[in-house]
């Protein structure tokens, strides 16, 4: 696996617009380089009733990282007494990471969400230094990004409903995976509506 | 070539390899995802002897660093009809080694007269191997039957060693089915039992290591010839969900 910090453990994520709601995906694999330890590690996060995040990189700093956002989370909920918007939790991931600008946590994050009452949705995709793109409608990180890209491509239309997202994100990463040694061995994929948060778990290829 | 014994010493010999050593500056200019990882067979590899010939199998998986370059590779070489070699490490160094002992074989066998034995392609696999030592990454395994002494599987791996051995293992999955072996293989087995200790092993292998994947080819070679048997994903016996 050479000594890339990003593939050390390896793992993948995916976030999926469609109308009113959006998917986010990642995979269970958990490993040191070519050793597969454990198959429930997951890397998606929730920061509020409709605010999901996904971290993929260094397992450490994925736990690291996804704690300390935590910690800040509860603490503007105390104070703002209201749940977090997609938009304030993107802006205080930046703020975490780039605070670390100069030795950064070796994590890529995925930020999603949706507004309850306007059905607005959210898809943010950052780089380990707190580089946010704009509202995007299909996002990726980890190892395998790059070809869950290309299916993600293929797959997506635009105004999907959520089964027909589900499906989407499903097939896209559970068939990048496979060109992946460093992820895989199963899936989670939460698809967030206005009403509800629909969790899936998928067995894919065990290899 | 010794650079510190001057009796060995070549001047021009020294600033050619000078001359034409990668730079060391390209590590640091070029992106890590640009740099080619090499490509590697990290695999599991497994031969076994019955009584009567010999079941190899293998994963399928070829990989470049993370990225798996061949998902239903063929690791099973033939290096004659029924002489096989199973290769891991480099995908490069173990191709070419496999096709100059087929060439050798080859030529053996029309000066013989007779199909060549197990323990010669083993040697032929085991001198390439050895003479480059420095250079190859290749670890192998030579099985199949001959006429002399029946089945027969030889070990060849990375240094240039050659032993015969009546279970083996190779390739970076194998280290975690090593224990599995000592657990599960006894002597004569039949050939179901070989059949099914072949596939449970690289079905386990799969499941922990990060380089061997896909699915598993196995052949039964005796002196009937060579049976092949690819078992698809779906089909790999159940192994303890993690």
Redesign the interface.
């Known amino acids: ?2 000594d ?1 910090i990003l ?1 050390y453990n ?1 793992g993948v994520a995916l976030a999926m617009k469609g109308k009113e709601c959006v998917a986010i995906a990642c995979d269970k694999r958990y ?1 040191v ?4 330890i ?3 590690f997951t890397k998606i996060f929730q920061y509020s009733d409709h605010c999901f995040v996904a971290f993929c990189g260094l397992a450490t700093d994925v736990q690291t990282v996804s704690e300390r956002l935590k910690f800040r989370t509860n603490l503007y909920e105390l104070r703002e007494q209201r749940k977090l918007k997609p938009v304030v939790l993107y802006n205080m991931l930046t703020n975490l990471l780039y605070e670390r600008r100069f030795g950064p946590y070796f994590v890529f994050a995925l930020v999603v969400g949706l507004d309850p009452k306007t059905g607005e949705t959210y898809v943010y995709d950052s780089d380990n230094i707190g580089a946010v793109s704009d509202n995007v409608n299909l996002a990726t990180v980890g ?1 395998a990004s790059e070809y869950i890209f290309g299916l993600g491509e293929l797959f997506f239309k635009p105004n999907m409903n959520s089964d027909e997202l589900f499906e989407a994100t499903s097939q896209a990463l559970l068939n990048g995976v ?5 992820s895989g ?1 199963g899936a989670v994929v939460y698809v967030i509506e206005k009403d509800k948060v629909t969790v899936r778990e998928l067995k894919g ?3 | 070539m010794d650079v510190l014994n001057p009796m060995t010493y070549d001047a021009e010999e020294d600033q050619l390899r000078d001359r034409t050593k990668y730079s060391q500056m390209d590590k640091h200019i070029i992106p ?1 995802e640009f ?1 080619q ?1 090499p490509v590697s067979t ?1 695999t599991t590899i497994v031969a076994v002897e019955y009584d009567g010939g010999v079941i190899i199998g293998a ?1 399928t ?1 070829t ?1 470049a ?4 370059m061949n ?1 239903f590779t063929d690791k099973l070489t033939p290096l004659t009809d029924q002489i096989f070699c199973l290769r891991s490490g480099s995908a490069a160094d173990t191709q070419a080694i496999a096709q100059v002992v087929t060439y050798q074989l080859d030529f053996l066998s029309a000066e013989m007269n007779e199909p060549p034995l197990v323990r010669i392609a083993a040697n032929c696999v085991r001198r390439m191997i050895y003479q480059y030592r420095d250079d190859f990454l290749a670890g192998m395994i030579v099985a199949g039957w001959d006429k002399k002494l029946g089945g027969q599987v030889y070990s060849c791996p990375l240094g240039g060693l050659l032993v015969r051995q009546p279970v083996t293992l190779g390739g ?1 999955g194998s280290t ?1 089915i090593w224990g599995y072996l000592d657990n599960n293989y006894r002597p004569n087995m039949t050939k179901d039992e070989c059949y099914d200790f072949v596939l449970k092993g690289i079905t386990l292998a ?9 699915c598993a080819r196995i052949a039964i070679i005796n002196k009937d010839g060579v049976e092949r048997i690819d078992v698809l ?1 779906n089909d790999l016996p159940k192994v303890f ?2």
């Open positions: 696996m050479g890339d593939s390896g490993g380089q070519n050793r597969t454990a198959t429930n190892t496979d060109r992946d040694s460093a061995w290829r065990q290899d | 890590v740099q990882q990290g994963d998986r990989s660093g993370t990225f798996v998902r970076s975690y799969i499941t922990r290591d990060g380089s061997s994947g896909g994903g969900d993690l």
